[in-house]
């Protein structure tokens, strides 16, 4: 099975604080360390962690020492990077990730190369791409490269799973061929159009479905699960707890191993209960991907 993966590949900078600064406070981190990232990148080694799939990434890296990173740990992750471009004139998209410690982030992402993923470049890397069973699309690469991309997979009967994260504005066509679209409660209001204070996730699931014309939706509610509404039809997947150190690319993990059991031939709500186990996994470790120490498996990710 063939999962195709157009996003974003990011270095994470990551800083642990105490409390993040008020507007015009400055505050002190404890220290910075480096990290893989971005949403497509995390996602892809996700997906590539599910036994029986092939994971291809599709995105751009800068001509420096973080794309090569990038790559490196891709490749260890047993994602192939050949349809990754390394562009002279830009420079490797970077998010600075700030995690307090009840293990909430919050997340500036500078795209740099990311942005070139676009209609052109797809164009240009179109004969070299195959039939894949499972499209992701996430939107850090922006509008342009997500609705190529997402035109790209419905061209090739392939089946979409987009993470409108964060939520740009995207072709009607886009939303229509998304099965699923997946988005968390603060997407899922933004794409509804729904005030805060709906705390209901059976009613924002509901809105984001009649709103975005997906085929099926999924809105993840971090450790309560995820509302799946499918064929008409909306069930509450229940979470796993775990011990949260780093919230940090746990949705990507869920993203990635749903794509990857879809490919295998799950049905939504199946391949969601698997998502969920592994997005609980996720918030255990520190970082956006797991570190495996080079003696435990040939197939880590490295940071
Ligand atoms: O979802 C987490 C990811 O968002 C981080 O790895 C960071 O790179 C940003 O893209």
Redesign the pocket.
């Known amino acids: 099975m063939a999962i195709l993966v157009f996003g ?1 590949i ?1 270095e ?1 900078v990551i800083i642990p604080l105490e409390r993040r600064p008020a507007a015009g406070e400055t505050v002190l981190g404890s220290e910075v360390t480096l ?1 893989q ?3 497509g990148a ?1 996602q892809a080694a996700a997906a590539a962690a599910a036994a029986g799939v092939e994971v291809r990434m599709v995105g751009a890296v800068g001509a420096d020492g973080a794309g090569n990173r990038a790559l490196q740990a891709l490749t260890v992750a047993g994602v192939e990077t050949d349809l990754v471009a390394t562009l002279e004139d830009a420079r490797t ?1 970077t ?1 600075y ?1 700030h995690v307090t410690p009840d293990g909430e982030n919050s ?1 500036v ?1 500078v795209p740099g190369a990311n942005h070139a993923v676009d209609g052109t470049l797809l164009g240009q890397l179109q004969p070299a791409l195959s039939a894949s069973d499972v499209v992701i699309v996430q939107t ?1 690469i922006g509008s342009a490269g997500a609705d190529a991309a997402a035109e790209l997979a419905s061209g090739n009967g392939a089946r979409l799973v987009l993470n409108a ?1 964060p939520v740009i504005p995207l072709t009607r066509e886009t939303y229509s061929a998304c099965d699923p679209l997946v988005v968390n409660e603060h997407e899922a209001r933004d794409i509804a159009g729904i005030d805060p204070f709906v705390q209901d996730p059976t009613i924002l699931a509901e809105a984001v479905r009649r709103v975005s014309g997906a085929r099926s939706v999924v809105v993840t509610l971090g450790a309560k699960g995820c509302i799946v509404f499918d064929a008409n039809k909306q069930y509450l997947v229940p979470g796993e707890s775990a011990r949260v150190v780093d919230t ?2 746990a ?2 993990v869920f993203v990635g191993t749903l794509a990857a059991r879809l490919a295998l031939g799950d049905q939504l709500e199946r391949a969601a209960t698997s998502a969920n186990a592994a997005g609980a996994r996720a918030v255990t470790w520190q970082g ?1 991907r797991e570190v495996i120490p080079a003696h435990a498996t040939s197939r880590g990710s490295t940071c």
């Open positions: 974003s990011n994470d990290g990232g971005g949403k995390n998209g998010a990730v997340i992402v850090e994260a940090t690319g949705g990507d956006a």
